[in-house]
């Protein structure tokens, strides 16, 4: 049997945006089609990027500072790509990340306010050229995200303001400006079958293609 290429593919949006279905939809249709698929979570995805995740997302940690929160992002991400993406890219696998480099310029960069040519020093040293074919972004509006998390316990960047959100949609739908080719943008406010649909009909393109 001929080998698949490999497809690497990142989701990102605001929390309560509804990526993290989406990504789980689009998983279980590819493993369904007998492609061998992994689907990872950042910050996440390896025993010691967990570890990292709980030190980032722990609430008591106020006193983080942003150059520190945004090299733990990085170190969390090397490892994942050192340990898990880049020998199933080289496999042939699909690789979907329930976000990438993408939140850090967004959430770091745009809501945060650090330089983003900082952070992309910092992605050459941690991920080089390890880019996604694809990246899709749930653009959903700052109000329907947060009433989607009405019953959830807001981690420490869930708890932040309204304009860092804010800051952060806008920066999402900027980067998406600047590579359109890399970009699928869809609006988070339509059905979750609506949006599988989408979803499915551009990879199914990519696969293809
Ligand atoms: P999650 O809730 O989607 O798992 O993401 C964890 C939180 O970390 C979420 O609030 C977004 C934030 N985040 C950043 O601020 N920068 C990053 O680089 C990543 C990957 C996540």
Redesign the pocket.
Known sequence: MKPFAPLFISFEGI?GSG??TQCQKLYHELLGRGYKVHLF????GTHISEKI?DI??DKEHTEISPIT??LL??A??NQLITEKVIPALKRGEVVLL????D??L???GY??DLPLESIRQVADVAIGDVMPHLTILVDTPLETAENRMDDREL????A?NRDFKEN?RKGYLELAKQEPDRWLILDGRESIESLKARVINRVTNLLNG
């Open positions: 929390d990526k993290s979570r950042e910050p996440g995740r980032l997302l929160e945004m992002y990085f969390s991400r329930d976000r990438f480099v939140s850090t967004a959430y770091q809501g945060r981690d420490r960047l869930e932040e952060t």
